[in-house]
């Protein structure tokens, strides 16, 4: 890619759109799926994705966490219903209201107020009742309290209620017992709501893992997070039910070799000492890239299909591999940072366990420097940097 010869990152389209198809599979085939695109898709691109798939039946809509990335996709013509999973400020109401975006709510105050700015500007909000059944972050706890306040938010003049969720926090660990312990008392709390006349149209709790490994959480829809973009939300969930693909690649260019002496450091402090001759290539990507820095001395990349292990600390734009064993290296030779080179592969799950992170993180962090390149049949449809802002 002479373009973005520093670094840039490919999104397989093809394995996005496989990777949806595996999960529909493994859901049942009345239920929909929410596709979870916040945080710019995991990394991987909200806008291009949701172009991709916005048109599957079975995709409710999408899921983001922020009012910003609601206008965002919004901007982009995306038509399907958008719901902001979070909190949003006073001061996007009106604005979110207007754009039709669906809101999670968790206080009657909340409620009261997006319902009188949607009586002003003539239009009804719907809503998603956030449960509290075990994250312990925002959502109404399971109690009289919370079933009176959500019977008063059913009886707001422009006021919508179209679901109620909650969401799993072990739902990734082989043993399911507390996560279907939510699912229980999300079940009942619900039951209980229906049953002082206040229907839920749409019931919605499986995330990623419990699209995977509990089907009886499927209900009206499931939250598709992570799996979209190929990996696996831990080494716990069964992987065979749900074969994936990961859709990103990172990549870069060698620019410097030079050969260092024996008894040499390397990089900041000095970290690394070299014990022989050492043939050292400068790969120009460091942790402003969101490369973690993390994997100082301890991580590899990949280039002419062998393993080329990290020397030192990784600098903020820099850092340097022993290329000793691979023969005939030139500058501008590629590297793999994440990904597939010959028969080798660099996964994120292997990078993110060596550098003390995880996969979720991993990809998020990688940064605005770092351009994506969104592939289809093998064939470059669109790339996206911000180089001229």
Known sequence: MEKYKRVYATVNLD?????????????????????????????????QIAHLIEEYDYIWGFAVATAEEAFILRNHKIAKPILILGYVFHEHYKKLIQEEIHLTVFTFEMAKELSDIAKEVNKKVKVHIKIDTGMRRIGFQCNSDSLMKIIDISKLSNIKIEAAFTHFAKADEADKTSANMQLDLYKQFVSEIEEMGVPIPIKHCSNSAGIMDMRTANMDAVRAGIIIYGLYPSNEVSTDKVMLRPAMELKSHIVHIKEIPKDFGISYGWTWTTNKTTKVATIPVGYADGYPRSLSNQGWVLIKGQKAPIL???????????????????????????????ELLISVEE???????????????????????????????????????
């Open 351 to 389: 990078i993110s366990d060596i550098s003390g992170r995880f996969n979720y993180e991993f990809v998020c962090d990688i940064g605005k420097r770092v351009p994506r390149v969104f592939l289809k049949n093998n064939k470059i449809v669109e790339t996206k940097d911000y180089f001229n802002e």
């Open 15 to 47: 394995a996005i759109a496989f990777n949806i198809q595996q999960m529909k599979a493994n859901i049942d085939s009345d239920t929909q799926i929410i596709a979870v695109i916040k945080a710019d898709g995991y990394g991987h691109g909200a806008v």
């Open 312 to 342: 030192g600390r990784i600098c903020m734009d820099q850092f340097m591999v022993d290329v000793t064993e691979i023969e005939n290296m030139l500058p501008n030779d590629e590297v793999t940072l994440i990904g597939k080179d010959g």
